[in-house]
């Protein structure tokens, strides 16, 4: 019971349960294992008895970071204060990088009253007790900070005092416009006739350009574009980033760079250009997969010589405003890739003294490697404003939305991030997920989590700084696997999946700074909540504006009869979608192709036959729905027909955003990306193809009649004007 009530006081499961008549118990090594990343030792009884006394005798007048909502009633935190408390809210500096305020309010000096449930007053002197607030409205007395992330300071009539962070948000994110459009894209897969062997930054701008102004869509989703490790081979994942606070300068489009123009050694950039149409065209036509490390070789070279140009005063300017901006964290992350050039890209393994950021030896060496630090700086710099002008060409296109960016779970263990920010991940640890129906032997990510209880000492410090970055140039943000703001699966280091166990986070923290981050930014945010999804959680995240993610595939009557469940009974505030990077695209599932790739590749539990019988009927079903609503006049035995179908299914649906992935415009069968292998299938390297297999580049992407026919189901339908005297029906 001891072990129990530790593991509680901190957040950590020590059961779950899997489905609803199932409960799981969690061995207590785990439980033992996980508290002690969180720096609480449990190793013994005595040390349990320990450590519970000890967090049960700490009473904590405030915790580490309270929320406030706008307009609604104050948390318990600051309502269940002693009255006569006063209270001063001491407002954010106004100097903090991305911060859109130009001056700071004073700060705000309330009493808490005796009346209604201990709120704090704007006068020193003891009120007339009041009427309690309405529902869903602040108390009356209570002072509104502005949004922001504030310090707020408390002292009791009897002397005690506290000091937490208070989070100001407003109650939800900012909202798309109804019936959205647009595509989903891997970027590293969209090859135009410019590219230097893998889709880059120009080639957004030019998609999202053509999308917004010939078939009308509101945005383009793009894979996390998060700075990846360095190696050979580099790990080609764009969800296992060494930062997700910095882009990666691979995707750069170096033509558009204006220094290029100025390079006075023309003929080893002509090299360079002639090796990168190499690159390219051995992926576009000599069946050669996308090879990263080659187009960052290609590209540091040519990078190494733009960098040689002197900047202009205009352009000199700018780039001293950014590392204004960015700070420590940028400078941080150009000194782990320039220590990354001499040491190798797994900092645990670098001379001691290099392993703490901040050590006399980590100084020498930031001295030392400065010419370094600064080119790495300038990459992060370039790669931020093509993003920028990327989702300026979309708005500029008329996209409602813009670029849509994608944000990774978590980081690989030995990158940039957890470098310089090693108190605030849990080291030993990796995120996952448990068992369930899909996989009976979990799941192991690799990526190690943010401790909770530090995110919660620091004001969320690093969170607000991640989404800060990604928001800077953003139409709208998906957070993978959205879960993860309530809890993450944590397995301890060398043991299987099935030994990890579920922590909390502070979701109501989580929720609250994400919130006001994309009301700063005036950004929308979409959730990918796809598989085991906690009780509340999906009713939490819309609350707060916070869209979800629906695959047609699984939308089903799970609480019904099990079957398709009707378009007018999908949920309004989501992503509708035929498919995602992780599953099989439309053509494939239409035809069945997914399960013989999957039975090539040894992944099938049950036999061939069973698999295929089942994944028949599974499409049956919905075919046969389809053909009930007259979606599908042609049919069937029409593939493509049938996956307009679908995205016309899909249109009638009330989501706020649907999204179609751009493989299927062309029938392209294979996915990106199939879970449960690794060098079995070359993931995060296929260029999209044709439904023969055949790559194809922007520019034919764009023309094809299968493209334009699709994208006319999609087409807002504008009403027929009646001619003169003609009354309409």
């Given at each position: 019971m001891g072990l129990s009530r530790l593991a509680a006081l901190h957040g950590v499961a020590t059961s779950y349960s899997p489905s609803p008549d199932v409960t799981v118990s969690v061995p207590d090594d785990t439980v033992i294992a996980v508290l002690a990343a969180l720096g609480v030792d449990a190793g013994t009884p005595a040390d349990v008895r320990k450590c519970l006394a000890a967090a049960e005798s700490r009473s904590r007048l405030l915790p580490p970071t309270v929320v406030v909502w706008a307009g609604e009633p104050l948390p318990p935190a600051l309502a269940g204060l002693p009255p006569g408390s006063t209270v001063t809210?001491?407002?954010?500096?106004?100097?903090?990088?991305?911060?859109?305020?130009?001056?700071?309010?004073?700060?705000?000096?309330?009493?808490?009253r005796a009346a209604a449930p201990a709120a704090p007053v704007a006068s020193p002197g003891e009120a007339a007790p009041e009427a309690p607030?309405?529902?869903?409205?602040?108390?009356?007395?209570?002072?509104?900070?502005?949004?922001?992330?504030?310090?707020?300071?408390?002292?009791?009539?009897?002397?005690?005092?506290?000091?937490?962070?208070?989070?100001?948000?407003?109650?939800?994110?900012?909202?798309?416009?109804?019936?959205?459009?647009?595509?989903?894209?891997?970027?590293?897969?969209?090859?135009?006739?410019?590219?230097?062997?893998?889709?880059?930054?120009?080639?957004?701008?030019?998609?999202?350009?053509?999308?917004?102004?010939?078939?009308?869509?509101?945005?383009?989703?793009?894979?996390?574009?998060?700075?990846?490790?360095?190696?050979?081979?580099?790990?080609?994942?764009?969800?296992?980033?060494?930062?997700?606070?910095?882009?990666?300068?691979?995707?750069?489009?170096?033509?558009?760079?204006?220094?290029?123009?100025?390079?006075?050694?023309?003929?080893?950039?002509d090299d360079l250009r002639q090796d990168a149409a190499a690159l390219s065209e051995a992926v576009l036509n000599k069946g050669a997969l996308i090879d990263r490390d080659a187009v960052w070789e290609l590209k540091r070279q040519a990078l190494e010589l733009v960098a040689q140009v002197p900047l202009t005063p205009g352009r000199r300017a700018d780039y001293c405003d950014f590392l204004a901006e960015q700070g420590q964290a940028l400078e941080d992350h150009g000194l782990w890739c320039a220590l990354a050039e001499v040491h190798g890209p797994d900092w645990h393994t670098w001379p001691e003294a290099l392993r703490d950021p901040r050590s006399p030896g980590t100084a020498r060496a930031r001295s030392e490697l400065l010419d370094r630090?600064?080119?790495?700086?300038?990459?992060?710099?370039?790669?931020?404003?093509?993003?920028?002008?990327?989702?300026?060409?979309?708005?500029?296109?008329?996209?409602?939305?813009?670029?849509?960016?994608?944000?990774?779970?978590?980081?690989?263990?030995?990158?940039?991030?957890?470098?310089?920010?090693?108190?605030?991940?849990?080291?030993?640890?990796?995120?996952?997920?448990?068992?369930?129906?899909?996989?009976?032997?979990?799941?192991?990510?690799?990526?190690?989590?943010?401790?909770?209880?530090?995110?919660?000492?620091?004001?969320?410090?690093?969170?607000?700084?991640?989404?800060?970055?990604?928001?800077?140039?953003?139409?709208?943000?998906?957070i993978d696997h959205v879960m993860g703001l309530f809890r993450l699966w944590w397995v301890p280091e060398g043991r299987p999946p099935t030994d990890g166990t579920y922590v909390a986070y502070d979701a109501e923290a989580m929720l609250a700074v994400l919130v006001l981050e994309a009301h700063r930014a005036g950004t929308s945010v979409v959730g990918e909540d796809l598989g085991t999804v906690a009780p509340g959680v999906r009713e939490a995240l819309a609350r707060r504006g916070v869209l979800g993610t629906s695959v047609l595939w699984f939308e089903r009557d799970w609480e019904g009869d099990g079957r398709p469940l009707a378009p007018e009974?999908?949920?309004?505030?989501?992503?509708?979608?035929?498919t995602t990077h992780d599953l099989p695209s439309t053509a494939a599932r239409l035809t069945g192709d997914h399960v013989t790739l999957r039975h090539r590749l040894g992944l099938l539990t049950r036999s061939l036959e069973e698999e295929l019988t089942a994944d028949l009927t599974d499409t049956a079903e919905w075919l046969a729905l389809l053909a009930r609503l007259r979606m599908l006049p042609e049919g069937?035995?029409?593939?493509?027909?049938?996956?307009?179908?679908?995205?016309?299914?899909?249109?009638?649906?009330?989501?706020?955003?649907?999204?179609?992935?751009?493989?299927?415009?062309?029938?392209?069968?294979?996915?990106?990306?199939?879970?449960?292998?690794?060098?079995?299938?070359?993931?995060?390297?296929?260029?999209?193809?044709?439904?023969?297999?055949?790559?194809?580049?922007?520019?034919?992407?764009?023309?094809?009649?299968?493209?334009?026919?699709?994208?006319?189901?999609?087409?807002?339908?504008k009403p027929r004007t009646a001619p003169p005297g003609e009354r309409r029906p």
């Open positions: 809210v001491e407002p954010e500096p106004s100097d903090l990088p991305g911060h859109p305020a130009a001056r700071p309010p004073a700060p705000l000096s309330m009493r808490a607030p309405a529902p869903g409205e602040a108390p009356a007395w209570w002072i509104p900070p502005p949004h922001g992330v504030h310090r707020v300071h408390v002292r009791t009539p009897d002397n005690r005092r506290a000091t937490a962070t208070l989070v100001a948000a407003p109650p939800r994110v900012p909202q798309p416009p109804e019936g959205t459009h647009g595509f989903l894209v891997q970027l590293y897969s969209l090859l135009s006739a410019r590219s230097w062997g893998m889709g880059d930054l120009g080639d957004l701008a030019d998609l999202a350009v053509w999308a917004g102004r010939s078939v009308g869509s509101g945005f383009v989703q793009v894979n996390p574009l998060h700075a990846a490790v360095p190696g050979k081979p580099t790990d080609p994942s764009p969800y296992r980033p060494s930062s997700r606070r910095f882009p990666d300068p691979v995707h750069l489009h170096v033509e558009s760079i204006p220094e290029y123009g100025h390079v006075r050694d023309r003929a080893t950039l630090v600064d080119f790495h700086c300038r990459l992060a710099w370039l790669t931020a404003t093509q993003l920028a002008a990327a989702q300026r060409s979309a708005e500029d296109a008329g996209m409602a939305v813009g670029i849509v960016h994608d944000l990774a779970v978590g980081v690989h263990p030995a990158g940039a991030d957890t470098w310089s920010q090693q108190e605030a991940f849990a080291h030993g640890m990796s995120v996952g997920a448990p068992p369930d129906a899909f996989n009976a032997r979990g799941q192991d990510w690799g990526l190690p989590p943010w401790r909770p209880d530090v995110l919660a000492a620091t004001g969320y410090a690093a969170y607000r700084g991640l989404l800060r970055g990604l928001l800077a140039h953003a139409g709208a943000l998906r009974k999908w949920r309004r505030d989501c992503l509708a979608t035929a069937d035995g029409d593939e493509e027909a049938a996956v307009r179908a679908v995205h016309r299914f899909l249109r009638r649906t009330p989501a706020r955003m649907t999204g179609v992935w751009l493989p299927d415009t062309v029938g392209d069968r294979r996915p990106q990306n199939l879970p449960g292998t690794w060098d079995q299938y070359p993931n995060w390297r296929l260029p999209i193809a044709d439904a023969e297999g055949h790559p194809v580049t922007l520019e034919e992407i764009t023309a094809s009649p299968r493209l334009h026919a699709l994208m006319e189901v999609l087409r807002p339908r």
